[in-house]
């Protein structure tokens, strides 16, 4: 065969494993419906389009109310709700997939070579497993496509006529889309930057000629960056609107750090310490290496305003997990143009004999590539769970979720009509602003920004600490009516149970795996609490259908988390009653046999707490809390052997404070009280879980009537983490215990 049929061969493979690479894109994009936020945005999409105008002051909270909002993307909640109008939740995701394929397609077309696609491939590949992790329907979307367009605009095409008008129409799209809209400026201003040092700067000859622009294309970034700047201007609130992002960045130093702490999604990207442990963000950190080592092979024919956006955009990159696809299709211009100004063939030490060979080799990758897309998306279409409502398998494709809202709780709350202010979990609040508005107002919803830090903070009192001061005082300040404890995303905490389950001013009258709702005890609620109040000491439990059921493999996951609940909130009876039930549908049910041997644990009944945390640690041997329970088990019966044996399984794993806590325990029991304190005080955990267990060693030295010990690890904690609450409350709790007894010991 000539080498031209092999050039031809070569070539068509890597347009196919791109047309498939596609693909996976776009079906990837069609998963199910599950970002929060989306709820509101629809909503305040229907307000804007019925009434014509951007509302500027808040009107969905019955805490913020009539504060001022910079609503910076009521474009994208227009654009969202006209699409939902039409197609419904599918037309979202359909969306969804053609901006995010758009996206794409400008990467390669704007970067494409024949003679790199085995460049392009992996590389788009690494960009698709990073963007996935915000596969979203939000104004994210439209960020990154206009972000892109900007980077290839500034970077190959500020020479043309039409690239000023299309920045500008761009930049006005954008400023009214989404906050980010401060990346335009941002980019012109240090491609600006760049030029005028290849201007005016002593640099390295080719550092000046690379990517330098002639007079006339000097004079149309200079106007550029003028016209984009004005053109955040181009907004309902205009000066407000354009100056929002900056505003909220220097918030960001200040108190608001606090988001940063409970909010996943701004949680650092990287934890430095485990920079090349590549099972944890891999992608991203494969793509800062490749792109960071590209910059290197080509630093004498650096693009300096290449560069200064690469730096600038990692930076925003590690500071937040949402910021992450930013970097990542960064990280592709940047090798790509960087590889454009290489050649390739003469890096690699080892030549072919043949081009035949070279041919083919190619011919063979792409070929594995194409199989190993085949098999990423097989696995993707296999992702699915069991809807009991239709007592079917349910895809996690197309649709809405049904495990990530409260759409039980919130139907129960509209169908009978309950209103007025109510509290409700963070989580939960874009969801009841979507489903339920005007006739419920939210204590809190996902606009961090409006509601500030101190206000944040009030609300982690209530929900994290189980704070009744705080709640009293949210009842009394904003006149709330009902509760809405959703569990659907994230569980509610024993604190927050135990809080509205005590308090007798507060009325259960819905609970289920997706929620709970609370009606306070007034006249205006008097018929709904006689109608549904709920005694859960005589609850029966939740008991499936298992004839409709037949032979599916079902996770029970409605029954064990009403056994958490039930457990958290005091009823350990009806809990076990439930996780049987659950192991009734799944006899190996992971999370009926842990609620179990948690409960048992918590009655200090050892022997059938180990047995229910061995039967949960043979469907999961990996999980060390499991291991933990375990081993704690056994030093409630008295085989300390076997416990330390745990232990050291535990300290294979060098940042989990499990194993030392399971030797600080056995050291207790065998009433070696420094030997428990040296060894907690000579490790240093994670925060919060170490916290936790060095507070529950305090807590035995407590029980053992050890007031000293327990006061002095409970100091250790504090020292770790003053604003500690249960820290702070062990050691006011044993400061009184001490002072007691030595009132008593006095003569």
């Known amino acids: 065969m000539s080498l031209d049929f092999y050039r031809q061969l070569t070539r068509l493979f890597g347009l196919l494993a791109l047309g498939v690479l596609f693909a996976i894109v776009a079906f990837a994009c069609l998963i199910e419906v599950r970002d929060l936020d989306l709820w509101l945005h629809l909503k305040m999409g229907e307000i804007i389009t019925a009434t014509g105008h951007v509302p500027a002051k808040d009107i969905l909270s019955a805490t913020i109310s009539g504060r001022a909002w ?7 909640q227009v654009v969202a709700h006209a699409v939902r109008s039409v197609f419904g939740f599918d037309g979202l995701l359909y969306m969804q997939a053609f901006m995010v394929l758009a996206t794409f397609m400008v990467l390669l077309l704007w970067t494409y070579r024949s003679d790199r696609q085995l460049v392009i491939l992996p590389l788009l590949f690494s960009v698709l497993q990073v963007y996935q992790t915000r596969f979203t ?27 000023l008008p299309v920045l500008a129409v761009l930049q006005v799209l954008w400023v009214n889309m989404h906050g980010y809209f401060f990346w335009g400026p941002v980019l012109a201003g240090l491609f600006l930057v760049a030029e005028a040092a290849r201007r005016h700067c002593s640099l390295p000859p080719a550092w000046r000629e690379e990517g330098r622009l002639s007079d006339t294309g000097y004079r149309h970034l200079m106007i550029a960056f003028a ?22 960045l220097l918030q960001l130093s200040g108190g608001h750090k606090v988001f940063f702490k409970y909010i996943t999604e701004l949680q650092p990207s990287i934890v430095w310490a485990k920079f090349f442990d590549f099972g944890q963000q891999g992608p991203f950190k494969t793509l ?32 937040a997990l949402r910021n992450m696809v930013y970097f990542s299709v960064m990280a592709y211009i940047a090798v790509m143009l960087n590889a454009a100004a290489l050649d390739l063939k003469a890096m690699v030490p080892a030549r072919f004999v043949r081009e035949e060979f070279e041919l083919l080799t190619g011919w063979l990758f792409k070929l594995a590539f194409i199989v190993f897309l085949l098999n990423y998306g097989g696995d993707m279409a296999q992702n699915g769970y069991y809807d009991f409502n239709k007592f079917e398998r349910k895809s996690e494709f197309l649709g809405v979720a049904q495990r990530t809202f409260p759409d039980g709780a919130v139907d129960f709350m509209i169908r009978n009509g309950i209103k007025g202010p109510v509290f409700n979990d963070f989580n939960s609040g874009a969801y009841l602003v979507g489903r339920a508005y005007p006739g419920i107002k939210v204590f809190i919803d996902g606009r961090t920004e409006l509601y500030g830090d101190k206000f944040f903070q009030f609300y982690r009192k209530i929900w994290d600490d189980g704070d009744g001061k705080a709640l009293d005082e949210a009842v009394a300040r904003y006149h709330l009516k009902a509760a809405l404890l959703g569990a659907a995303y994230t569980r509610p905490g024993k604190s927050v149970l135990d809080l509205f389950d005590k308090k007798r001013e507060w009325r259960l009258v819905y609970f289920a795996d997706d929620g709970l709702v609370y009606l306070r005890d007034i006249p205006e609620n008097a018929a709904l609490i006689r109608k549904f109040a709920i005694d859960l000491k005589t609850l029966p439990p939740l008991v499936s259908d298992i004839r409709r059921l037949g032979a599916a493999q079902v996770n029970p996951y409605r029954e064990t988390a009403r056994a958490g609940f039930l457990r958290d909130m005091g009823y350990p009876e009806q809990a076990v009653a439930q996780a049987d039930a659950a192991l009734r549908i799944a006899p190996a049910s992971l999370d009926a046999f842990k609620v179990k041997a948690e409960i048992f644990a918590d009655k200090k009944d050892h022997q059938k707490a180990f047995e229910n945390f061995r039967l949960a640690l043979l469907q999961k041997p990996g999980d060390s809390k499991l291991r933990r329970g375990m081993a704690i088990a056994y030093v409630g019966l008295g085989e300390y052997e076997r416990a330390l044996e745990q232990a050291q399984r535990l300290e294979e794993n060098p940042d989990d404070p499990s194993g030392p806590y399971v030797r600080a ?83």
């Open 227 to 248: 016209v984009i700047v004005l053109a955040t201007l181009v907004n309902p609130l205009t000066l407000k609107g354009a100056v929002y992002p900056l505003k909220v």
């Open 665 to 747: 325990k056995v050291c207790v029991k065998k009433e070696q009280y420094q030997k428990a304190y040296d060894i907690l005080k000579q490790r240093i955990f994670p925060l919060q879980e170490g916290l936790a267990e060095i507070i529950a060693i305090g807590g035995f030295c407590e029980d053992a009537g050890k007031l000293e010990w327990a006061a002095k690890i409970y100091a250790m904690a504090l020292a770790r983490d003053p604003d500690d609450a249960q820290a702070v409350k062990k050691m006011k709790d044993i400061d009184v215990k001490r002072r007691q007894l030595k009132r008593k010991e006095a003569p």
């Open 137 to 163: 329907v939000r104004p994210d979307l439209f960020s990154v496509l206009y972000f892109v367009l900007f980077l290839m605009i500034l970077t190959s095409f500020m020479e043309r006529r039409w690239a």
């Open 288 to 319: 800062i290496l490749v792109s960071a080592i590209s910059f290197i092979l080509n630093i004498r024919r650096l693009n300096l305003g290449l560069l200064l956006a690469w730096a600038l955009v990692l930076a925003f990159a590690l500071m």
């Open 70 to 76: 910079v609503n910076h993307e009521w474009l994208f």
